[in-house]
């Protein structure tokens, strides 16, 4: 039997000079937030073409940007609560753990490589086991997923730090949870990392 899991595409509203502030040195502040929305439609898009994943777009502002993106891709819209990223994200997981009885899972939008087959794939494990986590090479990760919501592994974590996948395998240790960890991959944030996006975009129309 299909079964849809849940699925939160959590990102942040573009804001001029607020979005991808690492590479406005590069492409100053209104290239900067074009890339960080281009970035954004490539997530959606990926997650539309997954399967049995009942997806949200979580945000930190609802605008008109934003809410052009759930219309075109006819997802639910919902704002971002918490003090931090990691009581958001935690507040968002666990309210959607608890209408999805295969449990939720939760990506950001700034990892080329998590496309439809990633996505279908970490959906697929996380019926077998408690957490699945998407690594990025940069020590965070780009998704991350759950059976049950578990504030701990959202607690005590130097968010934007090489510490943060460490740092929540070790939490989700100390709780004896399941973990399976994806295939690493890697986020844009720096300007090499947008040079790098650029040449994966050229690959891709060859």
């Known amino acids: 039997m299909n079964i849809r899991q849940q699925l939160s595409i959590f990102t942040k509203t573009p804001i001029l000079g607020s979005c991808k502030t690492r590479l406005i040195p590069l492409l100053g502040e209104e290239a900067a937030m074009a890339a960080h929305c281009e970035l954004v439609q490539r997530a959606l898009s990926q997650v539309s073409a997954a399967e049995n994943i009942q997806a949200s777009l979580w945000v930190t502002e609802i605008e008109s940007q934003t809410q052009q993106w759930a219309h075109a891709w006819q997802l639910s819209l919902v704002l971002q609560e918490g003090a931090d990223l990691g009581e958001r994200m935690f507040n968002c997981l666990d309210r959607l753990c608890n209408t999805a009885g295969q449990g939720a899972m939760l990506m950001g939008t700034d990892c080329p490589d998590v496309d439809a087959s990633y996505i279908n794939a970490a959906a697929q ?21 759950m059976r049950q919501a578990h504030k701990a592994l959202f607690q005590a974590i130097d968010w934007g730090t090489d510490a943060v996948t460490e740092q929540t395998l070790v939490a989700a240790s100390k709780l004896e949870l399941r973990v399976f960890e994806m295939p690493k991959i890697w986020d844009v ?9 650029l040449l994966l975009k050229a690959q891709e129309t060859e």
């Not at 944030?189 to 996006?197: G, V």
């Open 125 to 145: 494990s996380l019926r077998d086991y408690d957490v699945v986590l998407g690594p990025a090479e940069d020590g965070g990760y780009g998704l991350i997923g």
């Open 189 to 197: 944030d720096r300007p090499e990392d947008w040079q790098r996006y």
